[in-house]
């Protein structure tokens, strides 16, 4: 996935009523006016957070000229997630080997105690 | 208060990160993990595949550190700086930079180590020369992944799921 690609799902996603919007598409594909019911907004105001999405490629549009129901894309947000899951794995991964070495430190501490370590050194 | 695990990352100021972790070891321990190479290689940087092929401290005011990580394939990664203040064993101030660097400058990473009732609060605060670079890293996946978008997508993924 490109940093472009991400940098517009997570602007995309940055906020409410996007997010919302593509929670209702979760469920199943939808009309602009089925998409702006919920929401105290004009349809032109739903229109342009649909636009965001689409250039993200969060949503689609369906063939049906009448109402060009909007769909769900999942592959975007399914690489966003994995791409965020592989950060946080980093540094997750960092601390948690962090945590064992200073496991395996205080043991050493208890068995050969160093009086009064670094106190004192302000 | 951080419960012991859980990472936060926060935006203190307009040309701040910071990223804050709880751990379950008195704050001397935390300080000499965080700056002796034979314990540094252990921990830092080590995902599959790589390793810590470089990890050097020179730990004194004007002393410098650097580190490469290489990958099971030759690739190399490094970054290095220089210390500006150490407060043994509660402050760690040092200037960064990446040998490819993925934002503009050398940014000053600030480490607060704060003990309490034998475990230790780590809050590195990384500070970038400008709010624009600041908020270019935010603006880059990786660290507004972390900053603020994670919740947002966590939220709707759940409701997808």
């Given at each position: 996935m490109t940093p472009d690609r991400l940098d517009a799902t997570f602007a995309a996603l940055a906020d409410p009523t996007r997010r919302a919007i593509l929670a209702r598409l979760a469920s199943g594909q939808a009309s602009v006016a089925e998409l702006a019911?919920?929401?105290?907004?004009s349809q032109p105001a739903v229109s342009k957070h649909l636009k965001v999405l689409e250039r993200a490629g969060l949503i689609s549009r369906g063939r049906d000229a009448q109402r060009r129901p909007r769909s769900l894309e999942a592959m975007p947000l399914a690489e966003a997630t994995e791409w965020l899951d592989g950060y946080r794995r980093f540094w997750e991964g960092n601390f948690q080997r962090l945590d064992e070495v200073l496991e395996e430190m205080k043991t050493k501490q208890k068995k050969h105690p160093r009086t009064k370590r670094e106190r004192g050194k302000r | 208060m951080n419960s012991t695990g859980t990472l936060q990352v926060t935006t203190p100021s307009e040309r701040e990160i910071a990223m804050s972790r709880v751990f379950d070891a008195p704050r001397s321990l935390v300080f000499d993990a965080w700056t002796k190479p034979e314990l540094l290689k252990r921990w830092l940087g080590i995902r599959a595949g790589w390793s810590m092929a470089v990890c050097e401290v020179d730990l004194k005011v004007g002393g410098a550190y650097r580190f490469v990580w290489r990958s099971s394939d030759g690739t190399e990664m490094g970054m290095g700086g220089v210390y500006r203040e150490i407060v043994r064993p509660e402050r760690l101030v040092a200037t960064e930079s990446f040998d490819d660097p993925w934002y503009p400058g050398e940014a000053v990473d600030t480490t607060v180590m704060v003990e309490e009732n034998g475990k230790t609060t780590v809050t590195t605060t990384v500070l970038y020369e400008s709010q624009e670079i600041r908020d270019a890293v935010l603006e880059s996946p990786m660290e507004r992944g972390v900053a603020e978008s994670y919740d947002k997508l966590a939220e709707v993924l759940a409701s997808i799921a």
């Open positions: 019911e919920p929401f105290a907004i | -």
